[in-house]
């Protein structure tokens, strides 16, 4: 696996996360009689980074949105470190996986600081003051010490998903998801993110990213889920499914993108 384009780990800093495990068997998702996503099986290694690949409407926002149950599956499990999150109350689950959507959800009169800080003292019931600092932390991770006083309007597209970043790391989950995070910026402001997201895969972040973003999956994935049609085509290394595609869907998809 190559990060030789992400930032290295700032000096003397050893990993700062701890992630969890991630496994899926047989997870399926409908809407009403529509089946969306059939029979997902893969696992996911604490601190390694799994990119989700494949065509528009094959599922794969929808897979994401199952895991940590903002869409509850029709069948299957998903487990967390081992424990089943069907058993876990929602609010106490999406702690533990974070969701970084496509679009920053940012509140847009509030400053960075606080937009990071107001789901630790509101959903996780910390006092203002220390909620506060945590978010300053948070925001430092993502290289926005700096901006900690700005609200959206005076953000770059980047820097607002960074901050959409910062507000779920501060919830130290144990697995982070990435929804389509740099689609919505404009070219020049899509590496920096990447190499964000790269860096915290360094640093044993458990993340399930969904990209279109080739070249990202290949270089900081240690696995690649291809999806077409709902369901799991293909996956392993991504040396292996760039360049030695196995299925006819997997190879039309590749010689269309790349």
């Given at each position: 696996?190559?990060?030789?384009?992400?930032?290295?780990?700032?000096?003397?800093r050893t990993?700062?996360f701890?992630?969890?495990?991630?496994e899926?068997?047989g997870?399926?998702?409908?809407?009403?009689?529509?089946?969306?996503?059939?029979?997902?099986?893969f696992?996911?290694?604490?601190?390694s980074?799994?990119?989700?690949?494949?065509?528009?409407?094959?599922?794969?926002?929808?897979?994401?949105?199952g895991?940590?149950?903002?869409?509850?599956?029709?069948?299957?499990?998903?487990?967390?470190?081992?424990?089943?999150?069907?058993?876990?109350?929602?609010?106490?689950?999406?702690?533990?996986?974070?969701?970084?959507?496509q679009?920053?959800?940012?509140?847009?009169?509030h400053?960075a600081?606080?937009?990071?800080?107001?789901?630790?003292?509101?959903?996780?019931?910390?006092?203002?003051?220390?909620?506060?600092?945590?978010?300053?932390?948070a925001?430092?991770?993502v290289?926005?010490?700096?901006?900690?006083?700005?609200?959206?309007?005076?953000?770059?597209?980047?820097?607002?998903?960074?901050?959409?970043?910062?507000?779920?790391?501060?919830?130290e989950?144990?697995?982070?998801?990435?929804?389509?995070?740099?689609?919505?910026?404009?070219?020049?402001?899509?590496?920096?993110?990447?190499?964000?997201?790269?860096?915290?895969?360094?640093?044993?972040?458990?993340m399930?990213?969904?990209?279109?973003?080739?070249?990202?999956?290949r270089?900081?994935?240690?696995?690649v889920?291809?999806?077409?049609?709902?369901?799991v085509?293909?996956?392993?290394?991504?040396?292996?499914?760039?360049?030695?595609?196995?299925?006819?869907?997997?190879?039309r998809?590749?010689?269309?993108?790349l």
């Amino acid at each position: 696996m190559n990060h030789a384009d992400s930032p290295p780990p700032p000096s003397g800093r050893t990993p700062a996360f701890h992630g969890s495990s991630l496994e899926l068997t047989g997870l399926s998702l409908a809407y009403g009689s529509f089946d969306v996503v059939r029979d997902v099986s893969f696992e996911v290694r604490p601190g390694s980074t799994t990119c989700v690949i494949g065509p528009s409407g094959s599922g794969k926002s929808t897979l994401l949105r199952g895991i940590n149950r903002l869409h509850e599956p029709k069948s299957g499990e998903v487990l967390v470190a081992g424990e089943a999150a069907s058993t876990m109350v929602p609010e106490k689950l999406r702690q533990r996986i974070g969701l970084v959507f496509q679009h920053f959800n940012l509140f847009p009169d509030h400053t960075a600081l606080d937009n990071v800080a107001l789901a630790l003292w509101k959903v996780k019931g910390m006092p203002r003051a220390a909620a506060r600092e945590r978010a300053g932390r948070a925001l430092a991770e993502v290289g926005l010490a700096e901006r900690a006083g700005h609200r959206p309007r005076d953000l770059s597209g980047g820097q607002q998903q960074r901050v959409a970043i910062a507000r779920a790391l501060a919830m130290e989950p144990e697995v982070m998801l990435f929804d389509e995070a740099t689609s919505a910026l404009d070219p020049e402001l899509v590496k920096g993110v990447l190499n964000l997201m790269a860096g915290l895969g360094e640093r044993g972040m458990t993340m399930v990213v969904v990209t279109h973003e080739m070249g990202f999956a290949r270089r900081a994935a240690d696995q690649v889920v291809f999806m077409d049609e709902g369901e799991v085509v293909e996956r392993g290394a991504p040396e292996a499914l760039f360049e030695r595609p196995q299925s006819p869907r997997l190879q039309r998809f590749l010689s269309e993108v790349l």
